[in-house]
């Protein structure tokens, strides 16, 4: 039975991604501060066959991330590490806080490398492994209005560029995934995206990267009208 995390498996991308992963042949894991909507994801995709684990976690608390990769390695290790919580603040540069600034931080490249360290020796054990970091293509390019989250996300492409080469040669692969705008909570609390109805489905990027994720260690997807957004 392969054995999958998921961050931020509660709302969105996460959600779908676990909902697409989940068969009869797949034990989840589900980590994300809100216990209501990861059992509200855990109730769906064991329609699907899939044994669901939800795990309450912030990602920015170090030894929350440890509790949890306890937890999770108890019965073996892990298959498949899905780096994908991740939160947003936008606007003009000299309008941010620095408590936004360092959530982003924390969330968003301090959080997957809690993570990266917490399973790598677990995957080293066996050899094998698959870590999918979800970037943005946020983390490809600068954008206007956008600044620390770009900044938080080019740190997050840096650390997974280099696990790629220092892992280059054992059996864990790292995935480099990178998406343009999706329609979900993610653009709740801002305006920054006027019509989010025209961005992509999380369930269509989900698709794309679990079926990619098995052969590519970097993953595209471009928005659908190239607006740029995060
Ligand atoms: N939506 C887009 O347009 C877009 C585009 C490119 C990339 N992305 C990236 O895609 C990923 C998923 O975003 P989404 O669009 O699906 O947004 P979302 O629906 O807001 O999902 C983010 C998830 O992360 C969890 N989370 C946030 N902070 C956390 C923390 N400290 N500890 C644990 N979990 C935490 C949230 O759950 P709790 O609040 O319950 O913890 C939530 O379920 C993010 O990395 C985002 O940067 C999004």
Same mark, same amino acid.
């Given at each position: 039975?392969?054995?999958?995390?998921?961050?931020?498996?509660?709302?969105?991308?996460?959600?779908?991604?676990?909902?697409?992963?989940? &068969?009869?042949? /797949?034990?989840?894991?589900?980590? +994300?501060?809100?216990?209501?909507?990861? *059992?509200? $994801? !855990?109730?769906?995709? %064991?329609?699907?066959?899939?044994?669901?684990?939800?795990?309450?976690?912030?990602?920015?608390?170090?030894?929350?991330?440890?509790?949890?990769?306890?937890?999770?390695?108890?019965?073996?290790?892990? &298959?498949?590490? /899905?780096?994908?919580?991740?939160? +947003?603040?936008?606007?003009?540069?000299? *309008?941010? $806080? !620095?408590?936004?600034? %360092?959530?982003?931080?924390?969330?968003?490249?301090?959080?997957?490398?809690?993570?990266?360290?917490?399973?790598?020796?677990?995957?080293?054990?066996?050899?094998?492994?698959?870590?999918?970091?979800?970037?943005?293509?946020?983390?490809?390019?600068?954008?206007?209005?956008?600044?620390?989250?770009?900044?938080?996300?080019?740190?997050?492409?840096?650390?997974?560029?280099?696990?790629?080469?220092?892992?280059?040669?054992?059996?864990?692969?790292?995935?480099?995934?990178?998406?343009?705008?999706?329609?979900?909570?993610?653009?709740?609390?801002?305006?920054?995206?006027?019509?989010?109805?025209?961005?992509?489905?999380?369930?269509?990027?989900?698709?794309?990267?679990?079926?990619?994720?098995?052969?590519?260690?970097?993953?595209?997807?471009?928005?659908?009208?190239?607006?740029?957004?995060?």
């Amino acid at each position: 039975m392969k054995k999958i995390v998921i961050t931020g498996a509660g709302t969105g991308l996460g959600k779908e991604l676990a909902l697409q992963y989940a &068969d009869n042949d /797949v034990e989840l894991h589900l980590v +994300g501060r809100s216990l209501q909507t990861l *059992e509200e $994801t !855990a109730a769906e995709a %064991e329609k699907s066959g899939a044994k669901v684990y939800v795990h309450a976690a912030d990602i920015t608390v170090v030894s929350e991330v440890k509790h949890i990769a306890a937890e999770i390695e108890e019965d073996g290790p892990v &298959d498949i590490l /899905v780096n994908n919580a991740g939160i +947003g603040m936008f606007g003009p540069f000299m *309008e941010s $806080t !620095a408590d936004q600034m %360092e959530a982003m931080f924390r969330t968003n490249s301090f959080g997957p490398i809690y993570l990266a360290k917490a399973f790598i020796p677990g995957f080293l054990q066996n050899n094998r492994g698959t870590i999918i970091n979800i970037i943005s293509t946020a983390g490809l390019r600068g954008k206007k209005n956008e600044s620390l989250y770009v900044a938080s996300k080019f740190a997050l492409r840096g650390f997974t560029e280099s696990l790629q080469q220092e892992y280059a040669d054992t059996g864990l692969r790292i995935v480099a995934a990178y998406m343009g705008g999706m329609n979900t909570p993610f653009w709740d609390e801002t305006d920054h995206i006027k019509d989010k109805s025209r961005l992509r489905t999380p369930k269509e990027v989900a698709e794309i990267i679990v079926k990619e994720s098995a052969e590519k260690t970097e993953i595209v997807i471009e928005s659908k009208n190239k607006s740029g957004s995060a």
